[in-house]
């Protein structure tokens, strides 16, 4: 048992926020999906919809808040940790509205992932297409959206390196001209 605490201990930040992620992410599946019983509901939108928007106040409430002030988070070589009174309010709003969207998306595109998989069963197995082979669980609701969280996420940073580098092109230009 110590060398699995000494191990946990020594693992990279990065790597625990993930860990942390997937416990998170399986338990609000499971409190929204089990406790407020979306998942016997017969539409998917409700429980997608639910869902999406459970974790991502949750996350923005409850994960993010602790995460940030626990561990140091690099994003494009920089510790990104900025406390909520360090925003702009502009910042603030646009920060909760895109975590919540980002986190609404990646429930969207997990219930695709999870479609997928009950399509090549019933496929696999000849089970009618209505049978559903691999229901909605928390532990691989959380793997999946952590991974699902973790690409959008990257794509984002991505997004942001791509706007800053076109826009410093853009003023480098117009400071040549104005020379």
């Known amino acids: 048992m110590k060398k699995i605490l000494e191990k946990i201990r020594n693992m990279k930040d990065s790597y625990k926020i993930l860990l942390f992620r997937w416990w998170f992410s399986a338990a609000v599946c499971f409190f929204i999906a089990m406790g407020l019983q979306f998942g ?22 409850l ?11 690099e994003r494009r070589g920089k510790i990104a940790n900025k406390k909520m009174s360090e925003r702009s309010i502009i910042e603030g709003v646009w ?8 986190s ?8 695709w992932i999870y479609q997928g998989i009950n ?4 496929l696999i197995g000849n089970y009618p297409d209505d049978h559903i082979g691999f229901a909605l669980e928390p532990i ?11 690409l959008l996420g990257h794509i984002w940073d991505l997004l942001v390196i791509l706007a ?16």
């Open 63 to 73: 994960f993010n808040s602790i995460i940030s002030s626990v561990f140091d988070i």
């Open 140 to 150: 691989c609701f959380g793997i999946f959206f952590t991974i699902v969280y973790q």
């Open 95 to 102: 920060y909760m509205l895109s975590e919540i969207l980002k």
């Open 164 to 179: 800053s580098k076109i826009f410093k092109k853009g003023k480098d230009r117009e400071n040549e001209q104005n020379i």
């Open 119 to 122: 399509v090549l069963i019933n």
């Open 40 to 61: 016997n509901q017969g539409s998917t939108f409700e429980l997608v919809f639910g869902l999406g928007l459970g974790i991502g106040v949750a996350n923005l409430l």
């Open 104 to 111: 609404m998306i990646a429930v969207y595109i997990v219930s």
